[in-house]
């Protein structure tokens, strides 16, 4: 099986698929967008682009990254992680829009989509549902078969997504 663990924010997307119980790849889409360092994509940038933008952008990523339905690579599953609130309102609005078109941009796939609780893939993996970046590195380098070294927080996040998401789809125990 092929499952996709998906790790959103306001300015990419991390995905990390787990095929068969093991690392298969990661991407951050828009990668233009990833590379940038966090102080270049601050939204209070004169002249960068909105949060519609971001988003047309992400899926426009996606779009192109996603092989079709019928082709090998397509994702059996996909797990997004649900968004945290954060002490913004604005930002946890843009968060939700972020991850409900990403979900429904797989469920026009005939995809099937899990929204996961921050709290509940944490606990439920690293046994601490306040497990910070460095306990879900270390999880993900002790647990997944296959998985590099030198991957971003997000993508390692993506990661466990996807391995939890692997284990209630019963292709891992």
Do not use: C
């Not at 930002?91 to 829009?97: H, V, Y």
């Amino acid at each position: 099986m092929n499952i996709w663990g998906i790790d959103t924010n306001t300015y990419y997307l991390a995905l990390t698929s787990i095929v068969d119980g093991k690392y298969a790849a990661r991407v951050l889409l828009p990668a233009e967008r990833a590379a940038l360092p966090p102080s270049r994509r601050k939204k209070s940038e004169r002249g960068g682009p909105s949060s519609r933008e971001r988003q047309d952008a992400m899926l426009d990523a996606l779009n192109a990254y996603t092989p079709v339905p019928t082709a090998i690579g397509h994702p059996d599953y996909v797990y997004i992680e649900e968004p945290p609130y954060v002490n913004s309102v604005k930002t946890f609005a843009e968060l939700t829009s972020v991850v409900m078109v990403t979900r429904e941009f797989f469920r026009l796939y005939g995809t099937p989509v899990g929204l996961v609780n921050v709290s509940t893939w944490k606990r439920e993996t690293t046994g601490n549902a306040k497990a910070d970046k460095s306990e879900v590195r270390g999880w993900a380098l002790a647990f997944i078969p296959g998985i590099p070294d030198n991957l971003t927080e997000d993508e390692y996040d993506a990661a466990v997504i996807a391995m939890r998401g692997a284990v209630a789809a019963g292709d891992v125990k």
